[in-house]
């Protein structure tokens, strides 16, 4: 009884590692809160997380790009009157709530 409740948890432990992080996807996202172009689905491959980046303007933002991205990371910074900001997560579709 002992050996088929380790398999058991051990199939169960596999199948939660392997359940692909799921993000949105949308290359052009306006103001507006609408998708203008590249709206979907992408699974994050190894080393990869959901990634929004949000492209401010005098305070305003101003569009937004969401995909999975490779090596993502934190990060806020400024170039030529815009301010770029990049935000990750881990969990499935975690960039399109932020």
Known sequence: ?????LLLLFLLCCTVAVTPLRCIT?????????CRRGFGVCVAR?????MI???????TLQLSY??????????TYSFQDRT???KCCNYNYCNFKR
């Open 84 to 86: 770029y900001v990049h």
């Open 66 to 75: 969401l995909v999975c991205q490779r090596f993502c990371r934190d990060l």
């Open 1 to 5: 009884m002992d050996r088929h409740f």
């Open 53 to 59: 980046l949000k492209i401010f303007q005098g305070g």
């Open 26 to 34: 949308c290359h052009l996202r306006t103001q507006t809160d609408r």
């Open 46 to 50: 190894d080393q990869e997380r959901c």
